[in-house]
């Protein structure tokens, strides 16, 4: 009878051991995205709405649709991220609420950005970011004073990356441009990773260049040709109302120009 008991202890022992072993190998072969998690859309746009933030960027909620916009591209919880061109921070302070105390949102400007005028202030871009995360007290965020091709961010070390209003300037300097700014993105984010792009849309027939807009159809060609993925795009931004003729920092606009936004991804390795 013992030696049946000691057979059975071992026998249960061995299972046990077992079950163990292959949870630990089902969890250490998953992909580290899936212990992330969708941020909470309610409890965001109610942050956002506090008075801790900017009263402008709130009061330009409404044609930005930040919330939206993030559920669209993926963003979740515990990310790390990349904001390309940070400016002023609107979507600095969006993302760094987003991803939560466990993310990180990486702020880019380059130093000569940082020196361009705030728009409708007295104040510098960078002196604004800077301001939003000392009043929003965003720990989870790092500024990167240098230019997107001297970040020191290493290869394949952020989830998402947003490029918000700002492709047009790359491309219509030279296509060459808007290359060099892609791969590098590509460079850095992991495989499966998401790329937002956001931009103000142009018409063949007019000088983009002068209008700080670009077509749909270049940034297609554009994002794909750096290995992307385009997975998806959205009518969030769109505003029939916009005059392409119009640059769109003409007052007549409003900042209400017609924007498309798509949703890249790294293929995985």
């Known amino acids: 009878m ?11 022992l061995n299972t046990a051991l077992l079950t163990f072993w292959l949870l630990n190998l089902v969890l250490l072969s998953a992909p580290a995205t899936s212990l992330a998690q ?4 309610a409890a965001l746009a109610q942050s956002l709405r506090g008075t801790d933030r900017d009263i402008s960027d709130r009061m330009r ?10 559920q669209f591209l993926g963003l979740e919880q515990g990310m790390t991220v990349l904001d390309v061109y940070a400016a002023g921070g609107y979507y600095t302070f969006v993302m760094s609420r987003a991803v939560g105390d466990q993310g990180t949102v990486y702020a880019q400007n380059s130093p000569t950005a940082s020196r361009y005028d705030q728009d409708r202030t007295d104040m510098t871009q ?8 000392r009043d929003g007290k965003l720990a989870n965020v790092v500024l990167i004073h240098q230019r997107i091709s001297e970040t020191g961010l290493a290869d394949a070390s952020v989830d998402f990356v947003m490029v918000s209003q700002i ?13 060099e700014l892609l791969t590098e993105l590509y460079r850095i984010v992991k495989p499966g990773g998401v790329v937002g792009i956001i931009d103000h849309t142009g018409t063949a027939e ?3 260049n002068r209008l700080h807009r670009m077509q749909k159809s270049q940034a297609y ?4 040709r750096a290995g992307f993925i385009l997975e998806a795009e959205s009518d969030l931004l769109s505003n029939a109302r916009d005059n392409p003729r119009r640059s769109i920092f003409d007052p007549a606009l409003n900042r209400g ?13």
Do not use: M, W
Request: some cysteine; charged content about 30%; overall charge negative.
């Open 2 to 12: 013992k030696t049946q008991l000691k057979l059975q202890h071992c026998k249960n």
């Open 38 to 41: 969708a941020f909470d859309a």
């Open 61 to 70: 909620d409404a044609d930005r649709k930040p919330v939206e916009v993030l």
């Open 126 to 133: 960078g002196e604004a970011l800077e301001g939003k995360i």
């Open 167 to 179: 492709l047009h300037d790359y491309f219509n300097r030279s296509p060459g441009a808007a290359h």
């Open 206 to 208: 007019n000088d983009n």
């Open 221 to 224: 060609d554009a994002v794909t």
């Open 257 to 269: 120009t017609d924007q498309f936004l798509l949703r890249l991804r790294k293929p995985d390795a």
